[in-house]
Structures are given as structure tokens and as C-alpha cells.
């Protein structure tokens, strides 16, 4: 028995083959957080003024407040308040004007800086805790039920085409982006000129770019030696119309007026986060170089 045990013992064990578990991937959002709550709009139709932050915990040794501070809102019992609330507060900054655009109105900027969670109900005030805060809250900013908001999903696309041909689509200019920026790049929030009217969708792809024009850069040039000029002719002399040359010189701006107008150039992509009236909220997602205010967009 006691061979027959050892001999047990020596042989190997057999182990159980290990199985391998990969979890699935989460679908990746275009635009998260700041991007996605405090990503502002400009809209044509009235904003609700009647609730607003009325004061502070600590409003005596400060005059702006962010993340965890306490403030007070005008909303109480009365208005179906409950502890546990979340509000969204914005800031109406004003009527948009700008050039870059053929619209008429596109209506007012509102900005989104933060948001609250109601942490106690009284009569005629609620209590708040800043939950997040985009910019410096200020008494006297707005208060409105949070927006719900669901983020296009990234999708597997195809290189970004730099010689891609116009799809006769709705087409708008870039008028405006976060926080008065003029020179943008990807993950950027910017407002376009294309809204509900012009029948765009949250997750719409357009493409960025630039007509070409027919202006060149205005580049100074010296003027060129004369001493190695032995033919007589000039370097930067321009081509002579005509079979034997002797018509009129060709210059840039002639050469340019035969081709078709719907030569351009690509400069990046973007997506539609939110849809107003007359305008929409879009984020960069890809460049192929710096984008401007006044780029020209087109849906995809």
C-alpha cells in the first residue's frame, strides 16, 4: 500500500485549462463631461429668468464660487423642490453678432457653468451644493432643470478624406467657439450656423474647410540682382498667352478664373452635440490642421 501511494503521489496532477474572459468594450462617448453639460448654445427663444443663485454660505469672504461650495436658490417647497435635485445653471451672455454668417438673428448665447445638488428644502429657498462647476458660479446666474444630454458614440470611419467632393448637403460658417477662442483644434466646443431649421442632428458628422480663393498671400519679395540676368528676362516674369507667345501675360488671379468653384481645402471634422433653432453645438474631432472662426462646414 504503501508503494502503490508513493507511486500515486509521483504521478502529475492534472490542472484545468485556463479560460480566458474578456469583457466587452464600452462604447466611448464623442464628449463627456465638460464637454457635454458645459458646452454652452446659442438659442432664439425666451429663457426662464424667474430662478436664480440669491446668496451664499460664505458669500461675505467671497464673490464667486466652484466645486462644493453652498449657496441658496429661490426655490423652495412651493416650487416642488426635493432634496436630492440636481439644477444645471447657465449665463445668458448676450446677443450673438457676428460676421460670419448670412442669417439674420441666430439669437443669444448661454453659457453653462456648473451645476447643483439640492442638499436641504425650506420655504421659499432650497440649499445647494455645487456638485461641478465649468466657471466661477456668481450670484445671480440662472437656474434650470438639468438637460438630458446623450453623447454621439465614436464610430470606426475611414481616414479623413482632404480631397473629399462637396455632398450638396446643408452648409453653414463657424461662428463662434468656447471661451472667445479663434484658433481651434480637436476636443474644441464651437457654434455653427445650422440648426433645425436646416434639418441637422445630434451625432451629424460635417466636414471643415476653406474655399479656395482667388487671392494669394501677400509676400514680400526683394528685388532680384541684375547681374545674372543674361537673358534679359526676369525670374518671377509671368507667361504669355498665345501659341507663339506674344499675347498678354497670364497672371495668377486669370489663371484662376477658369476652374470650378467647388475646389477647397479640408481642414478637419466635427460632430453635433446639441440642436437649437437656428444653431448647433459641435466638438473638433479630427484635423488635419488649425481651424479658424470662420471656417465653412458641411453635413456629410
Known amino acids: ?16 485549462t ?29 429663457i426662464d429668468t424667474s430662478n436664480k443663485l440669491v446668496g ?3 458669500e461675505q469672504e467671497q464673490f464667486s464660487y466652484s466645486e462644493n461650495d453652498v449657496v441658496y436658490i429661490n426655490m423652495g ?20 453678432d457676428t460676421r460670419w454668417t448670412n442669417k ?60 473629399a467632393e462637396p455632398t450638396g448637403k446643408a452648409r453653414g460658417r463657424l461662428f463662434m467657439a468656447r471661451d472667445n477662442q479663434e484658433l481651434l483644434g480637436r476636443d474644441q466646443i464651437v457654434y455653427i450656423d445650422l440648426g433645425a431649421e436646416d434639418n441637422v442632428q445630434i451625432g451629424d458628422y460635417l466636414t471643415i474647410f476653406r474655399p479656395l480663393g482667388k487671392r494669394n498671400l501677400d509676400i514680400s519679395i526683394d528685388r532680384e540682382s541684375a547681374e545674372y540676368r543674361s537673358t534679359g528676362f526676369s525670374t518671377r516674369a509671368g507667361r504669355k498667352s498665345g501659341s507663339t507667345a506674344q499675347g498678354s501675360v497670364v497672371t495668377t488671379a ?46 456629410q
Not at 500500500?1 to 484545468?16: G, N
Not at 416650487?79 to 447657465?90: A, F
Not at 442638499?119 to 438630458?148: E, F, H, M, W, Y
Request: overall charge positive; aromatic content about 4%; charged content about 25%.
Open 254 to 299: 486669370k489663371a484662376k478664373n477658369d476652374r470650378p468653384d467647388r475646389l477647397r481645402k479640408v481642414v478637419g471634422e466635427m460632430v453635433i452635440l446639441n440642436v437649437k433653432e437656428r444653431t448647433a453645438t459641435a466638438v473638433i474631432t479630427r484635423t488635419a490642421q488649425e481651424i479658424h472662426t470662420g471656417d465653412w462646414v458641411e453635413v
Open 1 to 16: 500500500m504503501c508503494i502503490l501511494a508513493s507511486i500515486a503521489s509521483a504521478q502529475p496532477r492534472t490542472r484545468p
Open 18 to 46: 485556463p479560460t480566458l474572459i474578456i469583457a466587452a468594450e464600452r462604447p466611448m462617448a464623442i464628449a463627456e463631461r465638460n464637454n457635454l453639460y458645459c458646452a454652452g448654445y446659442v438659442q432664439t427663444s425666451p
Open 104 to 163: 439674420n438673428r441666430l439669437g443669444f448665447y448661454v453659457q453653462e457653468v456648473g451645476a447643483l445638488e439640492v442638499i436641504r428644502v425650506k420655504q421659499g429657498v432650497s440649499v445647494a451644493r455645487i456638485k461641478t462647476s465649468c466657471d466661477n458660479l456668481l450670484l445671480g446666474d440662472l437656474v434650470q432643470p438639468v438637460p438630458v444630454r446623450t453623447s454621439p458614440i465614436f464610430q470606426t470611419r475611414a481616414a479623413l478624406d482632404l480631397y
Open 77 to 96: 417647497t412651493e416650487k416642488g423642490v426635493n432634496v436630492g435635485d440636481m439644477m444645471s445653471v447657465v449665463r445668458p451672455r448676450g446677443k450673438v
Open 56 to 58: 451664499a454660505v460664505e
